[in-house]
């Protein structure tokens, strides 16, 4: 059940990534500003992250194996219109909207997981169901060149085609747990609730940061990278991918870690470390090699992060709860990814300079810090130990 959920993850996540890769080069063919690029790239981040909190409710209630085949078939839809049709700005908006479901996939397969594995042993499970975030990398990786090979159609047929193979495997292979508990009352009560639970806002922060950071970069380092360092954009998405995978290999890491000590630790030790690679960077020192360092351990910090937050969900929340919270700390993070890329373009378009966008991102991953050390941390203390709160 772990690795066909996980695959999913990395199916949909794949296709909610097909449009960053391309930003340079739709950007030349459109006559883009720099706002409007960081704008078409950040619109599917946005939707696949405010998506999240009704698939999440849904998740719930319906389960993974109704929810999973449904969300990766109506994903081939925008997939199909923005390899075929879109031609425009407002083309690749409206495609880039509708491919935002995708994204929403994180909140299907957390309850699911979380369903299957008791909590000693969430954590990795959750990290190794997090890494399928990996999807961006693959999608870094293979876009601009099968673009460049085999013209601008091909990369989006491919994924539409993986998405209906996966849709199938997961109705034939994905069970949901018998016992699950199945969330009572109707979406929006469920919802209310959930937004009334203060772990709810803070894991949100949380996860913006982590998450939102990961999402952030992976959507606007190939544009930083050709812009600051000049770089071809093949180059680019390269590196980029480099960065994708790492953060991806720490993801079950931190979950690892805070199966064996206490998450808000992992977490505490994580945004500390984002604080000061982000210091590092906005000097732009050159690229080779203080620059990679810097940008290598950024990944590695917001990857094991985000791992570390989801661990520590599964400890706070019940089990009837986690999809509905998981919606929403999940929409957080994307949110958490959608806005920076739109600040690093507006401030680079005003100041001609990434310096103070990345000197906020260490403001706020030290933000962050402070809040778990404390806030945070004494809530953890006043969990019983099988993750239900003290009454």
């Keep these: 059940m772990l690795a066909v959920a996980t695959v999913g993850f990395a199916v949909t996540f794949w296709a909610w990534a097909l449009l960053s890769p391309l930003g340079a ?10 706002f ?13 992250s405010l998506g999240r909190i009704p698939v999440g409710a849904l998740a719930d209630r319906l389960g993974a194996r109704r929810m999973f085949p449904a969300v990766a078939l109506l994903t081939v839809v925008p997939v199909l219109y923005l390899g075929h049709f879109a031609d425009s700005l407002t083309g690749y908006l409206v495609g880039g909207f509708f491919l935002g479901l995708g994204g929403t996939t994180f ?17 990795l499970a959750l990290g190794v169901f997090g890494a399928g975030m990996g999807g961006t990398a693959i999608s870094a990786f293979t876009t601009v060149q099968l673009t460049a090979a085999a013209g601008h159609s091909f990369p989006f047929d491919i994924v539409a085609g993986v998405l209906v193979g996966y849709s199938a495997l997961a109705y034939l292979l994905l069970r949901d747990r018998p016992d699950r508990q199945i ?12 937004l009334r639970m203060p772990v709810t806002l803070q894991m949100s922060f949380l996860y913006a940061v982590a998450f939102g950071g990961f999402v952030a970069f992976s959507v606007y380092l190939p544009t930083y990278l050709v812009t600051a360092f000049h770089l071809d954009r093949g180059d680019a998405a390269l590196r980029t991918a480099g960065f994708v995978v790492l953060a991806v290999v720490m993801r079950p890491v931190g979950g690892w870690l805070s199966d064996r000590i206490e998450p808000v630790i992992v977490l505490i030790g994580s ?35 985000t791992g570390a937050v989801f661990a520590l969900v599964a400890k706070l929340v019940p089990a009837g ?10 929409a957080a993070g994307g949110l958490g990814g959608f806005f920076p890329p739109l600040v690093m373009g507006a401030v680079y378009g005003v100041f001609g300079s990434f310096t103070i966008g990345l000197l906020l991102l ?7 810090a402070v809040l778990t050390a404390t806030t945070v941390r004494r809530r953890a203390r006043q969990a019983v130990p099988h993750g239900q709160p003290r009454r």
């Design 362 to 368: 260490a403001a706020t991953a030290a933000t962050a």
């Design 271 to 305: 945004y500390s470390a984002v604080a000061l690679f982000a210091v590092l960077a906005s000097f732009t020192f050159p690229l080779v090699p203080i620059g990679t360092v810097a940008f290598l351990g950024a990944a590695a910090a917001l990857g094991a992060g």
């Design 321 to 330: 709860q986690v999809g509905a919270v998981t919606g929403v700390v999940g």
């Design 36 to 48: 409007q690029q960081s704008l078409l790239v950040a619109v599917p981040v946005l939707v696949g």
């Design 183 to 194: 969330a009572a009352g109707t979406m929006l009560g469920r919802l209310n609730a959930t």
């Design 107 to 123: 909140a299907i397969g957390i309850p699911f997981v979380n369903s299957w594995y008791p909590p000693t042993r969430r954590g």
């Design 25 to 34: 080069t739709l950007r030349e063919q459109l006559h883009l500003s720099a």
